[in-house]
């Protein structure tokens, strides 16, 4: 039965990894529900650990961003609600440009991921990406530093403080480096 599921899992993974990114939206204010990040990541990074070629982990990254930023930052559309009869039409096609291109940046991080060749070094190499991408995204086009994953970390006021320490970015690369963690425990290879 698990390798009839792996097998499909890796059938469609860019199906998954859209799935997964929209499931990663559930650990983001105001929801908080952060098994949703530890399952939607720790299945990004095995998807990213079974691939071999630079085009493959782009994708794999990519369509995780298109879920992950077309969901999270559905709110964004809502102002064409104001008039939902002369605007409605752009509420999809707005949560898709933002997912499309957004998810460049995600696919960004995960590109290199298959040059790397054992598990510690891809997970290394997978949260410092996922942080740095994070961070480079705040600054393009002006900045657009919405969708972070150290915000959900925030469901608490001890956690929200350490940001004062750690900075968000900070909280990111905690949150990244203990979300994938379950797979270098769980791993088999």
Known sequence: ??????????????????LLGIIS??????YYLF????LSFSLLFYLLTKVNTLTKSFAI??????GHFGLGLSWIANALLIDISSLGWLYP??????GLFFGI??????????KFTSLFSKYLAFTS???????LRSFILTGFPWNLIGST?????ELYQSASIFGVYGLSLITILFCTSPILLFSTS
Not at 25 to 30: F, Q, Y
Not at 35 to 38: L, V, Y
Request: aromatic share 22%.
């Open 93 to 98: 096609i707005t949560i898709l440009a933002a």
């Open 1 to 18: 039965m698990y390798n009839k599921w792996r097998n499909n899992l890796f059938r469609h993974t860019k199906f998954c990894s859209f």
């Open 35 to 38: 098994p949703a990040c530890i």
């Open 129 to 135: 990406f996922w942080s740095i991408s994070e961070w």
């Open 25 to 30: 939206v559930a650990g983001l204010p105001p």
């Open 105 to 114: 940046f995600s696919g960004l991080a995960t590109i290199f991921i298959c």
């Open 153 to 157: 970390l925030t469901f608490t006021p």
């Open 61 to 66: 990254g990519y369509w995780f961003g298109v």
